[in-house]
């Protein structure tokens, strides 16, 4: 069964349409159109497919660092492992998942799974861990547990789960408990626009610029000349660049069909409105991803980091502590944008050192900098309201000594 589950999980990356039957469609296809769902969206928008890359990108590279067993708690896997020993969880979070992964890649795919559908999967086989992409994945309600089983299905060939055999990460949905809420639901409109105006432009510079064409005449046109007319206008091929000259008679007069232009249609600022909708409904400012508002961003990034990456990474460290029953932290000191900038982190360090909670080399380790060779550099210094007055033992500090 493992053997076999790992060689359909090389099919993971494959962007194979979904099979006949799956619930793919019904769950997770928008409601835009038929043929249009979010894994078209991220192929084919750029918006959607940076947006989603950076909160995927940001979000693997965050350490997870485990801690002891939470106590009092029979965790997931030791009803299926019970001589599985959580010690290797570090390797398995943090180097290699699996033989043919790395924690990047399995991460990426994962948040990428969340963020697209609102749902991602994850399998333990008892060494290593496996991404279940949710395109191949059907849940099935039970009636007494909300899950009774998951139907895998990578190819033709069914792969059934118990519930406790998947770790599930989905964002909660109030009105549906199987499944979750798609974060892009509230930009399904934009994106539908979008496409709109994409198509729009491609056909507009297909037919190199002109929407259409209309013959004027002052006089009544018999059959037959307007027989000839449409026959030379079929010659005038703007798509093929086979643009033959059209004679026209006597008072006839060509023109465009449409005054309009993508100028007089705001083009540019509509369609950019439209992707800054799609990107804040993915969680990423849009002024991360525009060069010209460099001022602002490293207010954006720490925001985004605080309201996107961290909640959303937080979803999947919570299941996995669930599962394994050990303590998962983010390790946020890896984050530089979390961090503070150089001055205020000194000014924070020469409070920390003044107050007598850290000494001045272990201030300078925090920066990075050499230790110091001076006297004193590795003693705390105390405040005087604490060290109190060698003169009056009463403030606190050293007692003299009396006879």
Same mark, same amino acid.
């Given at each position: 069964?493992?053997?076999?589950?790992?060689?359909?999980?090389?099919?993971?990356?494959?962007?194979?349409?979904?099979?006949?039957?799956?619930?793919?469609?019904?769950?997770?296809?928008?409601?835009?159109?038929? +043929?249009?769902?979010?894994?078209?969206?991220?192929?084919?928008?750029?918006?959607?497919?940076?947006?989603?890359?950076?909160?995927?990108?940001?979000?693997?590279?965050?350490?997870?660092?485990?801690?002891?067993?939470? *106590?009092?708690?029979?965790?997931?896997?030791?009803?299926?492992?019970?001589?599985?020993?959580?010690?290797?969880?570090?390797?398995?979070?943090?180097?290699?998942?699996?033989? &043919?992964? =790395?924690?990047?890649?399995?991460?990426?795919?994962?948040?990428?799974?969340?963020?697209?559908?609102?749902?991602?999967? !994850?399998? @333990?086989? #008892?060494?290593? !861990?496996?991404?279940?992409?949710?395109?191949?994945?059907?849940?099935?309600?039970?009636?007494?547990?909300?899950?009774?089983?998951?139907?895998?299905?990578?190819?033709?060939?069914?792969?059934? @789960?118990?519930?406790?055999?998947?770790?599930?990460?989905?964002?909660?949905?109030?009105?549906?408990?199987?499944?979750?809420?798609?974060?892009?639901?509230?930009?399904?409109?934009?994106?539908?626009?979008?496409?709109?105006?994409?198509?729009?432009?491609?056909?507009?510079?297909?037919?190199?610029?002109?929407?259409?064409?209309?013959?004027?005449?002052?006089?009544?046109?018999?059959?037959?000349?307007?027989?000839?007319?449409?026959?030379?206008? *079929?010659?005038?091929?703007? &798509?093929?660049?086979?643009?033959?000259?059209?004679?026209? &008679?006597?008072?006839?007069?060509?023109?465009?069909?449409?005054?309009?232009?993508?100028? =007089?249609?705001?083009?540019?600022?509509?369609?950019?409105?439209?992707?800054?909708?799609?990107?804040?409904?993915? #969680?990423?400012?849009?002024?991360?991803?525009?060069?010209?508002?460099?001022?602002?961003?490293?207010?954006?990034?720490?925001?985004?980091?605080?309201?996107?990456?961290?909640? !959303?990474?937080?979803?999947?460290?919570?299941?996995?502590?669930?599962?394994?029953?050990?303590?998962?932290?983010?390790?946020?000191?890896?984050?530089?944008?979390?961090?503070?900038?150089?001055?205020?982190?000194?000014?924070?360090?020469?409070?920390?050192?003044?107050?007598?909670?850290?000494?001045?080399?272990?201030?300078?380790?925090?920066?990075?900098?050499?230790?110091?060779? *001076?006297?004193?550099?590795? +003693?705390?210094?105390?405040?005087?309201?604490?060290?109190?007055?060698?003169?009056?033992?009463?403030? #606190?500090?050293?007692?003299?000594?009396?006879?």
């Amino acid at each position: 069964m493992l053997e076999k589950l790992k060689t359909l999980l090389n099919l993971h990356e494959k962007a194979m349409p979904p099979q006949e039957g799956s619930d793919y469609k019904s769950e997770h296809t928008t409601n835009v159109r038929d +043929s249009f769902n979010l894994y078209n969206a991220y192929s084919l928008f750029e918006c959607v497919n940076r947006g989603v890359n950076m909160v995927a990108d940001c979000a693997s590279a965050i350490p997870i660092d485990v801690g002891d067993k939470l *106590e009092g708690y029979v965790p997931v896997f030791k009803k299926l492992y019970p001589t599985y020993r959580a010690n290797n969880l570090h390797n398995l979070l943090n180097v290699a998942p699996n033989p &043919d992964q =790395d924690r990047s890649e399995l991460l990426n795919g994962l948040v990428i799974d969340l963020l697209l559908t609102g749902n991602a999967y !994850l399998y @333990f086989d #008892g060494a290593s !861990l496996w991404r279940l992409p949710v395109i191949y994945m059907k849940v099935k309600a039970g009636p007494i547990r909300l899950v009774e089983e998951y139907i895998y299905t990578p190819n033709s060939e069914e792969i059934r @789960f118990k519930p406790d055999e998947v770790i599930r990460i989905k964002y909660g949905s109030a009105t549906n408990p199987y499944i979750g809420t798609l974060r892009l639901a509230a930009a399904l409109q934009s994106l539908s626009i979008i496409d709109k105006m994409n198509t729009y432009q491609r056909n507009y510079f297909k037919n190199s610029t002109v929407l259409g064409i209309v013959l004027h005449s002052k006089n009544l046109l018999g059959d037959r000349t307007k027989k000839r007319y449409a026959k030379e206008l *079929e010659a005038f091929r703007p &798509d093929t660049g086979a643009n033959k000259p059209i004679i026209l &008679d006597g008072d006839v007069t060509l023109d465009n069909l449409s005054k309009q232009t993508n100028k =007089d249609l705001d083009y540019d600022t509509s369609l950019r409105a439209r992707e800054y909708r799609v990107l804040q409904a993915i #969680g990423v400012p849009p002024v991360l991803l525009d060069p010209g508002t460099a001022s602002a961003i490293n207010d954006n990034l720490k925001m985004f980091y605080q309201l996107t990456v961290l909640p !959303l990474m937080d979803k999947i460290v919570f299941a996995l502590e669930r599962y394994f029953g050990i303590d998962l932290k983010l390790v946020l000191s890896e984050i530089p944008a979390m961090l503070p900038d150089d001055k205020s982190r000194a000014q924070s360090l020469q409070t920390l050192v003044n107050s007598g909670i850290l000494t001045r080399n272990e201030a300078r380790e925090e920066l990075r900098y050499e230790a110091s060779d *001076e006297e004193f550099a590795d +003693s705390l210094i105390l405040p005087v309201n604490i060290a109190g007055s060698a003169n009056d033992s009463s403030q #606190g500090g050293r007692p003299t000594n009396e006879t």
